[in-house]
């Protein structure tokens, strides 16, 4: 399984911008699809924004135009940057990877944005 190690989490006012990012073990290109997840306090796990080995992304309507995914393939390397922040999206960010049947997780990175 690959490992993946978030970073970049922390307090971001209203209004704010934060730029998360994720690291994984073993080549992003191979990966067939890559996501970001959150999960809020009391409340399932939901998607963000996924991308696949192409580069084709994809994120839920409710999530479109705030959240962008992007990824550096020499880095190995995919990114979630956070636009125009709201006190809702206080959460755990995590990153997951599908491959071959099976689903990797990040550690999570916790995201608090201040009203």
């Known amino acids: 399984q690959v490992q993946l190690v978030e970073s970049g989490g922390g307090l971001v006012q209203a209004g704010g911008s934060l730029k998360l990012s994720c690291s994984a073990s073993?080549?992003?290109?191979?990966?067939?699809?890559m996501g970001w997840y959150r999960q809020r306090s009391g409340e399932q796990r939901i998607l963000v924004a996924r991308?696949?080995?192409?580069?084709?992304?994809y994120s839920p309507s409710s999530m479109e135009g705030r959240f962008t995914m992007t990824r550096d393939i020499t880095k190995n390397t995919v990114y979630l940057q956070m636009d125009s922040l709201k006190s809702e999206d206080t959460a755990v960010y995590y990153c997951?990877?599908?491959?071959?049947?099976?689903?990797?997780w990040g550690q999570g990175t916790q995201v608090t944005v201040s009203s």
């Open positions: 997951e990877a599908e491959q071959r049947g099976s689903i990797s």
């Open positions: 073993a080549p992003i290109s191979d990966i067939p699809i």
């Open positions: 991308m696949n080995k192409s580069g084709i992304r």
